[in-house]
């Protein structure tokens, strides 16, 4: 999944459903590489988190590795949002940290 320029929240809205759609078709634990290398801010942040918050942790939910070097409050809502929401989290700066992390939690995964 990638995320760019500015989130708007109805675009939080958008990332939301679009996860949860996907974890109820998956039938395995289903884990999710986040692309933020390009996001530049997070608008109406308040609204981004009653976003996120908005529903269970689904129980097919794995990880969620976000990828990208960030300015600091974006850095704070997304550490925020992991503890909020009692999620596996972790960040990372560069997409190989990250795929590298995904691969040592989960050797089924291939990267090629």
């Known amino acids: 999944m990638k995320i760019e320029g500015v ?11 679009s996860t949860t759609t996907m974890l109820n078709e ?16 997070i ?3 308040p609204a981004a988190l009653k976003a996120v918050q908005s529903g ?9 590795i976000v990828v990208g070097r960030m300015n600091p ?9 992991g503890l909020l929401t009692k999620s596996r989290y972790r960040r990372f700066d560069t ?14 995964i291939t990267i090629g």
């Open 26 to 41: 998956s039938k395995e634990m289903t884990h999710f590489l986040v692309d933020t290398r390009t996001l530049q801010r």
């Open 56 to 64: 269970p942790m689904h129980p097919l939910m794995g990880w969620m």
């Open 7 to 17: 989130l708007t929240p109805e675009e939080t809205q958008q990332v939301v459903a």
């Open 43 to 45: 608008e109406n942040i």
């Open 73 to 81: 409050m974006v850095k704070f809502v997304l550490d925020f949002v």
């Open 95 to 108: 997409m190989p940290e990250g795929l590298s992390f995904l691969k040592e939690i989960d050797e089924t």
